[in-house]
Each structure stands twice: as structure tokens, then as C-alpha cells.
């Protein structure tokens, strides 16, 4: 059973900086891509970051600049380092890995930024 666990997520102030970390188990390959989306209360979840297996990435607009995906040298990790934190990136924070056309997902991580 694929598994997506995520942490790092907490109450921050604005202007503060958090990383996020996801380690997937359960999987012999390697997601073809990995990604971060979030979803705040009322809104319909969002891609905030992607990255391929051979490194290309892509930001939403609003997060750029400011925040920075990687892959670990696990294989299956991804992290989301994110500077410049701002009140509307408050959200739930989801973990998300793509193989074979299949998704999988974490359960979630919260992200609070306080003004």
C-alpha cells in the first residue's frame, strides 16, 4: 500500500519560513513527479508546486519567489521550503506523487500564517 506522509506544517508569523517534508512508502518506483498542493477553507484545492523526476519545476504564480520544491536524495521525497510566508498561505498542505497516470496523496499537513 503507497503511502504519502507529510510533515513540518505549524503556526508561523508572517514573514516567518516553514519547510515541508513527504516521504512516501510502499512503492518500488519512483513517482514520474511530485508536488505540493493546498487547500483553504472554502476554496477548492490548488497546485502550489511540481517537479519532475528529472528536476523541472513549476510554481504557481502567487508562491513564486518565495517558495522552493525539491526531491531528496531518497528516492520518493519532496520538500517545499517556503519563505516570505503571508496570512493567504493558510491552507492545508497536501503531498502529492504521480505514477503511471495514478495520484496519490498524504492526509495533509496545516500551515498557519498569522498577521
Do not use: H
Amino acid at each position: 500500500q503507497v503511502q504519502l506522509v507529510e510533515s513540518g506544517g505549524g503556526l508561523v508569523q508572517a514573514g516567518g519560513s516553514l519547510r515541508l517534508s513527504c516521504v512516501a512508502s510502499g512503492i518500488i518506483l519512483s513517482f514520474n513527479a511530485m508536488a505540493w498542493y493546498r487547500q483553504a477553507p472554502g476554496k477548492q484545492r490548488e497546485l502550489v508546486a511540481s517537479i519532475t523526476r528529472g528536476g523541472s519545476t513549476n510554481y504557481a504564480d502567487s508562491v513564486k519567489g518565495r517558495f522552493t520544491i525539491s526531491r531528496g536524495n531518497a528516492k520518493n521525497t519532496v520538500f517545499l521550503q517556503m519563505n516570505s510566508l503571508e496570512p493567504e498561505d493558510t491552507a492545508v498542505y497536501y503531498c502529492n506523487g504521480e505514477l503511471m497516470r495514478i495520484n496519490y496523496w498524504g492526509q495533509g499537513t496545516q500551515v498557519t500564517v498569522s498577521s
